[in-house]
């Protein structure tokens, strides 16, 4: 499997992102995806997942009402839109197939990561 993350940069308090994930060599049928994210010297810290069958998703605290998560399957692709970014929101994000979420987030697959700056 192969997981490429696009779309990070450095963003405004307040502003956008929309952060892409190109999976390939994956039947995104029977996985849930989702993004993590990593700030230096913290721990990782899930914040979103969608089933690929039905299309639920899940969001952490953190991020409920300012993040969406969605996925293009036509371009086995998932997104993140990031609205309302705060300067605790800067970090290495990463999309993966996640295998537990909620109260225990743990992914199979990961990519490179994009990182995104929230900074004015």
């Known amino acids: 499997v192969q997981l490429v993350e696009s779309g990070g940069g450095l963003a405004q308090p307040g502003g956008s992102l929309r952060l892409s994930c190109k999976v390939s060599?994956?039947?995104?049928?029977?996985?849930?995806m989702g993004w993590f994210r990593q700030a230096p010297g913290k721990e990782r810290e899930g914040l979103s997942a969608i089933s690929l069958s039905d299309g639920s998703t899940y969001y952490a605290d953190s991020v409920k009402g300012r993040f969406t998560i969605s996925r293009d399957k036509d371009k086995n692709t998932i997104i993140l839109q990031m609205d309302s970014l705060k300067p605790e929101d800067t970090a290495v994000y990463y999309c993966?197939?996640?295998?537990?979420?909620?109260?225990?987030?743990?992914?199979?697959?990961w990519g490179q990561g994009t990182q995104v700056t929230v900074s004015s």
């Open positions: 993966g197939t996640v295998i537990t979420y909620g109260s225990s987030w743990s992914f199979g697959s």
């Open positions: 060599g994956l039947n995104m049928n029977y996985y849930a």
